[in-house]
């Protein structure tokens, strides 16, 4: 049954992979820069968000596609993603200034992620695993079919994820796994992160933390 799941899942993906490639945004990031304002106390002025151990990390926001940042600010904005942290500031945002931080992030140089540092090599052999091959004995792809060569990202509908902070991808796949984040198209990421352990997390998070972010 499992394996007739996944047919539909890797020809979705192949899909929205050609159709994401073209994703210009109508956006201006002089004016970007001023909507900003409000986001660098968490997001930092270089939009390299912050790792927190233990607690809720904010990612980065420079370097990744325009479209995907704006489709998450309307996600949050129309409650279909849901933060407490952040939808206030979603909310401050009119249609034409989420377009316009969206086209200033994207354009910033991509900066590195943290959090996996402390994790022990056994672990992170395991993480690599899971980014680049997955495990088809458990039905789990790897996540570069999705989010591109690298995990740098595909288009507009597979953020990159190499590079970001461990936390934050961590609290992501849990979010999917617990239902508190369900605004991925075909619930695509749904369908990995239900499959993954804890110590699958854990991995995969801490070995894309500390792969190249560009
Ligand atoms: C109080 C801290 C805080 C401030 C200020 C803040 N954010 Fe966030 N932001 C977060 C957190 C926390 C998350 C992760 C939410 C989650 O886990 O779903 C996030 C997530 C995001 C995401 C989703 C990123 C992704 O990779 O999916 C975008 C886009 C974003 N913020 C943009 C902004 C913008 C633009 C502003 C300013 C208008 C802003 N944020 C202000 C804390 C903040
Ligand atoms: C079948 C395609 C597919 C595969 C395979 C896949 N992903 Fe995703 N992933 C997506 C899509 C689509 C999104 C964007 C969801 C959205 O628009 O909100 C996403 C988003 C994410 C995000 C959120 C990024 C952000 O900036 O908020 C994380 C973290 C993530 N994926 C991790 C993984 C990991 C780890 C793997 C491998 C174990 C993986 N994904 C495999 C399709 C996939």
Redesign the pocket.
């Known amino acids: 049954m499992k394996i007739l799941s996944n047919i539909p899942l890797i020809s979705v993906c192949i899909a929205l992979s050609t159709l994401g490639q073209a994703n210009t945004i109508d956006g201006d990031a002089t004016r970007g820069q001023a909507a ?1 304002a ?2 660098t ?3 930092q002025a270089d939009g390299s968000g912050m790792f927190m151990p233990g607690g ?1 990390s ?2 980065r ?1 420079a370097g ?1 596609d325009a479209a995907y ?1 704006y489709k ?2 309307k996600d949050f904005n129309d409650g279909t ?1 849901e ?1 407490a ?2 939808a206030p ?2 909310a ?2 009119n249609d034409q200034q989420m377009r316009d ?1 969206s086209v200033y992030y994207s354009e910033m140089p991509a900066t590195p992620g943290k959090g996996g540092e402390s994790a022990d090599l056994e672990m992170l052999e395991w993480g690599k695993t899971l980014a680049i091959h997955g495990d088809w004995t458990r039905y789990i792809p790897s996540c570069q079919s999705c989010h591109g060569p690298d995990n740098l990202g595909a288009g507009q509908h597979f ?1 990159a994820i190499a590079g970001q902070h461990s936390g934050y991808i961590e ?2 796949l849990t ?1 999917w796994q617990e239902n508190t ?1 369900h605004n991925d198209p075909q619930h695509l990421m749904l369908a990995i992160a239900e499959r993954l352990s804890p110590y699958d997390i854990q991995a995969v998070s801490a070995w894309l933390s500390l792969q190249p972010s560009q």
């Open positions: 900003s409000v986001c106390a968490c997001h809720e904010w990612p926001l990744l940042i998450q600010l993603r933060n942290s952040m500031f979603a401050m945002l931080v953020p609290a992501q979010a984040r």
